[in-house]
């Protein structure tokens, strides 16, 4: 499941992730990106539906927390402040991120000219959207913290939420497979799912 908020040049959305560390950890929390939207010609009528193309990301916040260390929900949480083409920057750490996780998301989201310059982009791109986003920030916010790392989900929810990432989930396990602690139990649905798709 994905939320996505739309503006006129960008769009964020949020949702629930989990992932597999080459280190047969895993993660899990909230995830938030920011993207340009791909301008498109109106079609058909003054009633007709249009399309909705979010794609050229370039910013991502992970709000996550690892399942073997469930007294610091936090303890995962970092952000990618640029993109080259598809692939996210290193990760990038932040005290406050970790400390205060949703007033910093707050704050990242308030500044979409920062976001955009960081990234190596003009802030012209979406210099209408600035005020926008600033005024649906609360709203996000509130969206990424339901679905955050302390809010307790069992393995079945988080595949629940998660299932149309069985593909790239897969690709992690390959990556930690020769790890002997690799939980595959745990595992099983998404790569079930994934191998039913093939």
Known sequence: MMITYSFTATAVTVRRWFEVGTDATFETGARVELALREALPHRGSESAAQPLVVDRTFWRAD???RLDRPGAPYG???YHPRFDG???SERTWDRRLTEHPWEW????L???DRRLTEAGLSADLARDDAEALRHATGQIVAAAQALGPEVGLDRDETFRLTADASHRIA???ELARDRPDLDL???APWL???RASR
């Open 185 to 187: 139990d745990y595992l």
């Open 192 to 194: 079930e799912r994934d």
């Open 110 to 112: 308030g500044d979409l």
């Open 86 to 88: 598809d692939e996210p």
């Open 76 to 78: 995962a949480a970092h």
């Open 171 to 173: 690709m992690m396990v």
């Open 63 to 65: 709000i996550f927390g």
């Open 105 to 108: 998301l707050g704050e990242q």
